[in-house]
């Protein structure tokens, strides 16, 4: 399991408008990568339109705003448009990513088990570092800490 004080994992994916996001291209700014797990749910709209509301904030201190889930491109220009999200959305589909930072487990539902994103954020600096983890993160007050952390 990833932790704090490690080089990030490396990755590209494709976002919500085609083009494609490398993790290690963003170097000299701050990245909140944040993973959800499914576009267009109630926690997961909540939190999307927290960090949109938020994102001039973040942009002021440089830092880069990237929402991660096992959801196709198409699904998540769906979800940027219906909400007027203004920030890449990342498909995971295969969830790689998602296992490489080790939010992908198993989960629970009614007695159901199936394997999905655990929601989680990661904080990595400017020369790719972790600086903060957050795990199986609960949406209030969520964006409000993420910030206060990378204003600090």
């Known amino acids: 399991m990833i932790e704090s ?15 494609s996001v490398t993790l290690s291209r963003l170097r000299g700014k701050k990245v909140i990568l944040y993973f959800y797990p499914k576009d267009d749910t109630p926690g997961c709209t909540i939190q999307a339109c927290d960090f949109r509301d938020a994102l ?12 991660v889930s096992p959801d196709s491109v198409k699904s998540h220009a769906k979800f940027r448009e219906k909400f007027g999200l203004t920030f890449p959305l990342l498909a995971d589909e295969e969830h790689s990513v998602s296992e490489a930072y ?7 539902m009614y ?7 655990e ?28 910030l206060t952390e990378v204003q600090s």
């Open 5 to 19: 004080g490690t080089i990030a994992p490396d990755f590209t994916l494709e976002a919500d408008q085609g083009e």
């Open 56 to 67: 001039p904030r973040f942009e002021g201190v440089k830092a880069v705003v990237l929402g």
């Open 102 to 108: 080790g939010v992908w487990k198993e989960k629970n």
């Open 111 to 117: 007695g159901k088990k199936y394997m999905g994103v």
């Open 119 to 146: 929601r989680s954020t990661f904080i990595i600096d400017t020369e790719g570092r972790l600086v903060r983890v957050e795990r199986k993160v609960k949406v209030d007050g969520h964006v409000e800490a993420m």
